[in-house]
């Protein structure tokens, strides 16, 4: 076979294949004028094949970006490699009748006969670009129920914890006005995990560290601690936690450090409580509260004590799959050990 035949017909099917191609195809010379175009590009664009070729290649582009387009070419063919035009911008074309829409474009050097040219291919995206607004408006619209939701059950025990407090005042009997202001208390902590996660970004975790950061100075200042006589200190590393686990976990929180300001130091002992919180590489938290005041008392069995606090401890550890151990003195310390769920 003759060179020109082998050649003309290696054109041949190279025409051929960017003419099925998917995408719109559009070849330009070095002086910026459409050399060839596809079936696809004419659909795309909207003109026809004798309406593009031999035209300056700036009519596909949108007017307040014409006067920057030849500049652009320039860099390309100083340069002529073949990768994606404006990594990282967003392009848009423009169709015959002015409309814009927009695309991803390749940009191919090509040597020919008649010199070197640029073969673009270009996919119209404004089918997956509506998708994605589609799938970012659901997105806020989800979040913005759930902060929503977040506040209303907020606002619900806020309501409970007034009503408490209603009864409280027309109290006498000290025992039941101190059990009473226990479960607001308890109330109250749920009330801050919801507000935590109400004030975070991601609706899903409590950012726990903060939740700590803003529980216990409301429960020094409800048990009207003095700060000279037991200091406190907290090291709490970045621990997120879903909900169903932070409830639980801020709760038993709340149990033993009110336990502490209530039983470890009385009279005017002096001392110190430690609250910290990690979590480990294998996904467990770590959580304990630890004291050096007078020690749990010698008869007390932890497990099946009588009181309120305790059996919510081991209940509520037991939700969260954990375990508790604890020692009785010097320090005291309750120590809760539970896997996080992701
Ligand atoms: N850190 C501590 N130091 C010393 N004693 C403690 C400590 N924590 C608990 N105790 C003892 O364990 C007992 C049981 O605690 P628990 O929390 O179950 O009950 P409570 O605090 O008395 O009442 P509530 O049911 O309102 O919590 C307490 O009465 C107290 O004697
Ligand atoms: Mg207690």
């Known amino acids: 076979m003759p060179a020109d035949t082998a050649l003309r017909k290696s054109e041949e099917r190279f025409r051929r294949v960017v003419e099925a191609a998917p995408n719109a195809m559009v070849m330009v010379n070095a002086a910026g004028l459409i ?40 860099t390309f063919t100083a340069d002529p490699r073949s990768r994606p035009m404006g990594a990282g911008r967003d392009l848009n074309a423009r169709r015959k009748d002015g409309s814009e829409f927009p695309v991803e474009i390749g940009l191919n050097p090509i040597d020919t006969e008649d010199g070197p040219m640029v073969l673009s291919a270009i996919v119209d995206i404004s089918d ?62 749920m009330v801050l995990i919801h507000q935590t996660l109400y004030q975070s970004k991601d609706f899903a975790r409590v950012d726990f560290a903060a939740f700590l950061d803003s529980l216990i100075p409301t429960l020094v200042a409800s048990y009207g601690l003095d700060s000279n006589r037991i200091a406190l200190s907290l090291e709490v590393k970045d621990v997120q936690l879903p909900l169903s686990t932070a409830i639980p976990c801020g709760l038993i929180v709340n149990e033993l450090v009110t336990n502490v300001f209530k039983h470890a130091f009385p009279g005017a002992r002096r001392g110190g409580i430690w609250v910290a919180l990690a979590c480990g590489e294998d996904d467990q938290v770590d959580l304990s509260v630890s004291d050096d005041g007078v020690g749990l008392p010698p008869d007390l069995d932890v497990e099946n004590a009588a009181t309120l606090g305790l059996q919510l401890v081991c209940l509520l550890a037991d939700q969260l799959g954990g375990s508790v151990r604890i020692e009785r003195t010097a320090p005291t310390r309750f120590r809760l050990r539970f896997p996080i769920q992701r």
């Open 35 to 74: 050399e060839m175009v596809n079936a696809q590009a004419e659909r795309v664009f909207g003109y026809t094949r004798d309406e593009m070729l031999g035209q300056s290649m700036e009519i596909l582009v949108p007017d307040r970006f014409r006067h920057a387009h030849p500049g652009l070419r320039a």
């Open 128 to 189: 997956r670009k509506q998708k994605e607004e589609k799938i970012r408006a659901a997105l806020r619209e989800k979040e913005i129920l759930l902060g929503e939701i977040h506040h209303r059950v907020k606002n619900n025990l806020q309501i409970v914890d007034s009503l408490l407090d209603l009864q409280l005042s027309k109290l006498d009997d000290p025992t039941v006005a101190g059990m009473l202001r226990d479960s607001q208390s308890r109330i109250r902590s």
